[in-house]
């Protein structure tokens, strides 16, 4: 009797959604000491549960003062937790592996002038942490002749933590201020943390003129990847003159081999790039226009050789028409600007699925009494997906349409694909508008009682969408914006907040 019990309360905390092929999977409600809590960090255990990594705020401006880390079994209930203080430090890994945490966290100490990268560890089932120190740095860089006080490094990148697909490898990527020439350190270590590479990256150009986008660590042997936007002219305007005036290049570290790649087209611009490094591999997708012209006219797609450093296969596959249909109603002579990327995925075959969103600040005079101030709205709109093949066709692209504003971690979505499908994540109301030409738009419920909803585009680019989270009846709204995909890429974490109540979400595919 009480097998049969337990297994019907299972059932009711997992719901099949057949027609998506999504399976959906909840926790207990439940409260913490906080308030506020986004969710970083996700990981199997290789059990059938999870470890999540949470952090939480305090004070007017929302500084991270600790982490909330919880080990939860196959059904979502919490086996055991912890608190971690701050202390001035940050955490930017996780990695769960053999019964065993790792935490990886940055420490500065601004009256030593120090900066530490610390591996924390503990077993999976008692949660009690040691530290060991895998970098420390003070004001000198043995090796290097330029002196790096605590206050020089730059203050966009300086300390990214990054593992590679498999989390075989670890790179710490440090970028230090240095006016007339970019310079960053990277250290790479293995999967048991032994530091096996160390490289000081420089460029012969202004610090202001270089904007490294990304960093990628193969997972077959520690080679790094940087991925730069490098500015031209001595500005760091995007364009100037009618002109574009950067352009992409990215670099390769292995032991002593440094090498580099331009992407410059004598007839388009690429205006956005993004890597892909999957089993060796090496893919960028991006958008691009016409060398003059700010409007994305379609996707670009560039194969690299590992072994050369080449292009081996360059394309450019302007949008379909019925993309231009489902954006506009009709085919109209006017394309897209400012898309930020929030998914790329490659396929066992090869073909890539991306994800992007319009993404745009606005700011309004708001009057208020005698007088009033600029109040600035972050607009989230139309989400774009597409299907590249290798060889550079462009399966499908389609737009949906959607209006959000503000930026609470509602807004926006997360996505990831499964097979042939490609699941993506938003909130909204449901009163879903109908527009011409067969078309809908998923449009903002500002309250606590916002629906998910689960968008499935098939291997066709054919989409239906379905409720998932019923907001009238749970009042539980997800922060969508901030999803966590684990390891094996097909189950999306999130963490819903109402007040002091939260809950957790699975969202993996089932078929």
């Known amino acids: 009797m009480l097998q049969k019990l337990t297994l019907a309360l299972f059932l009711c905390s997992q719901i099949m959604y057949a027609q998506l092929g999504l399976t959906v999977q909840k926790s207990d409600i439940f409260q913490d000491e906080k308030k506020r809590s986004d969710l970083i960090f996700a990981e199997e255990d290789g059990q059938g549960g999870l470890v999540t990594v949470r952090a939480f705020y305090s004070g007017l401006n929302n500084k991270i003062s600790g982490y909330y880390l919880e080990h939860h079994d196959k059904q979502l209930k919490v086996l055991n937790k912890t608190e971690l203080a701050s202390e001035n430090y940050q955490l930017k890994g996780l990695k769960v592996a053999d019964g065993i945490i790792y935490l ?149 570290l292995l032991g002593e081999e440094k090498k580099t790649l331009s992407f410059k087209e004598d007839d388009k611009f690429i205006g956005s790039l993004m890597a892909i490094n999957d089993g060796g591999q090496l893919s960028y997708i991006g958008f691009y226009s016409e060398l003059n012209d700010w409007r994305y006219k379609g996707v670009c797609r560039f194969e690299i050789d590992p072994g050369t450093f080449e292009i081996k296969h360059g394309s450019f596959a302007p949008f379909t028409e019925q993309f231009m249909i489902d954006k506009y109603g009709e085919k109209k002579e006017k394309e897209l600007r400012n898309l930020v990327y929030k998914g790329a995925f490659k396929l066992n075959n090869g073909d890539i699925i991306l994800n992007a969103e319009e993404f745009f600040i606005t700011q309004v005079y708001v009057s208020y009494g005698m007088g ?10 139309d989400i774009v997906a597409l299907r590249i093949k290798e060889d550079g066709t462009l399966v499908w692209a389609r737009n949906i349409n959607k209006a959000q504003t503000l930026d609470g971690g509602r807004e926006s979505f997360s996505s990831f694909a499964f097979n042939d499908k490609n699941y993506i994540l938003v909130n909204c109301s449901d009163k879903i508008k109908q527009l011409s030409n067969n078309r809908i738009q998923f449009k903002q419920k500002r309250s606590k009682k916002t629906n998910l909803y689960a968008i499935a585009l098939d291997a066709d680019g054919n989409f239906t969408h379905q409720e998932i989270v019923d907001g009238d009846i749970e009042q539980m709204p997800y922060a969508v914006a901030k999803g966590v995909l684990t390891k094996n890429g097909n189950e999306l974490i999130l963490i819903g907040r109402n007040n002091k109540d939260k809950q957790f979400i699975k969202i993996f595919a089932s078929e």
């Open 104 to 252: 990886i966290s940055v420490y500065s100490d601004k009256s030593a002038k120090t900066w530490n990268v610390n591996l924390h560890t503990s077993p999976l089932e008692k949660l009690n942490f040691t530290q060991t120190v895998l970098i420390s740095r003070d004001d000198i860089e043995k090796g290097h002749s330029t002196i790096f006080s605590f206050n020089q490094k730059d203050a966009d990148a300086y300390d990214e933590v990054k593992f590679s697909k498999n989390k075989n490898f670890m790179c710490v990527s440090l970028d230090v201020k240095n006016k007339e020439e970019e310079t960053h350190l990277i250290y790479v270590f293995d999967k048991n943390f032994k530091k096996t590479g160390d490289y000081v990256f420089s460029k012969d150009i202004k610090d202001k003129l270089f904007e490294l986008d990304n960093i990628d660590v193969d997972d077959f042997n520690g080679g790094v990847y940087l991925q730069a936007k490098v500015f031209e002219n001595d500005s760091r305007m995007t364009k100037k003159e009618n002109k574009s005036n950067y352009h992409y290049e990215i670099y390769y």
């Open 372 to 381: 009033g101030a600029l109040s600035t709205i972050y607009n989230y709109n």
